[in-house]
């Protein structure tokens, strides 16, 4: 049992591989209508400061799916949103429900929901990381490639919350991990530190270096939620961190793509690249769903 998912920096190799693994289990369930009702009668708030389709549907239907209650909390309708302060929020919210699906802005907001309250805590985004996502995508990797062990993550574009992730779900699974920012751009030092602890770690200032024997290449925005007041300053700086033709050609040639979606095309991704690799890049989007049951059997389970 682990009481909350907030980061992945939380959690060892064996316990994101357990999740991957009934992950697999519950995908396997759904698709064969066999019935994995494991949270019966628990409730779900979804608190939302950011927008979303994914996470939001893919918690709700999955909390449905597991016989439990979502309910979808907008920060604008929310006291939090007028300032109430999470410690309160926190300690009330855990006299109702048994679990908070949170996506926010800093993600000292989902550590101090999950020091006040008394209730499990999901971090469906923020800043810092996104590992509701991650764990979505290396359960694809490896469904498309047999294992993670062994083979190599590469992550063009911003240190934002996506790369960040993908560094730590990655190391901590075997993969060997490689990525490509601009200067300026390197993800946080928190990370750095604990990716600079791997020999199979890289970090280049030039895509088509880091790209070179991937096994899985992965792109995200060039300007994340709350950034788009920098659009026009990072469309510049982002110039050429781009998954194209010639960066697929340095990489294996059964080499897979993964974007989180939202994908902003020609930006950090050719059309091309991105619909030649759509069914990888769909099935990453419904494991989302797979790997969120997961997550919440695990620490909303009895
Ligand atoms: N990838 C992802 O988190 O999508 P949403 O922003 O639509 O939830
Ligand atoms: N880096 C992106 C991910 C969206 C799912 C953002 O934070 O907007």
Not at 44 to 61: D, H, N, W, Y
Request: hydrophobic share 40%; aromatic share 6%; proline share 3%.
């Amino acid at each position: 049992m682990m009481k909350h998912l907030l980061k992945l920096l939380d959690l060892s190799g064996e316990e994101i591989i357990e999740i991957l693994n009934l992950a697999d289990q519950l995908k396997y369930e759904q698709k064969h209508n066999i019935a994995h009702r494991h949270l019966e009668g628990k409730s779900l708030g979804m608190i939302f400061q950011k927008a979303s389709t994914r996470t939001r549907v893919s918690f709700e239907v999955g909390m449905y799916q597991l016989g439990g209650n979502p309910l979808f909390l907008s920060s604008a309708d929310m006291q939090i949103g007028r300032g109430e302060p999470v410690q309160d929020t926190a300690r009330v919210l855990s006299r109702y429900l048994d679990g908070i699906m949170i996506r926010t802005f800093e993600q000292k907001e989902v550590e101090d929901l999950a020091k006040y309250g008394s209730i499990s805590v999901i971090n469906g985004l923020t800043d810092f990381c996104h590992p509701c996502q991650v764990l979505a995508d290396l359960m694809t990797i490896r469904e498309f490639k047999g294992t993670l062990e062994g083979h190599k993550l590469c992550f063009i574009g911003d240190g934002n919350n996506m790369m960040n992730s993908l560094i730590v779900g990655g190391l901590k699974t075997g993969m060997k991990v490689s990525v490509a920012c601009p200067e300026g751009y390197d993800p946080p030092k928190e990370i750095l530190d604990f990716a600079n602890g791997y020999d199979c770690f890289e970090l280049h200032r030039k895509p088509i270096d880091a790209a070179v024997d991937a096994d899985v290449m992965i792109t995200d925005v060039w300007a994340s939620m709350g950034q788009e007041g920098e659009a026009e300053k990072r469309r510049k700086a982002f110039a050429g961190y781009q998954i194209n033709d010639e960066l697929m050609a340095a990489a294996h040639s059964d080499c897979m793509v993964q974007h989180c979606l939202p994908a902003h095309r020609e930006e950090e991704i050719t059309e091309k690249v991105f619909e030649a690799h759509a069914n990888e890049i769909f099935e990453e989007a419904e494991n989302r769903l797979h790997a969120q049951k997961a997550v919440m059997v695990k620490t909303m389970g009895n």
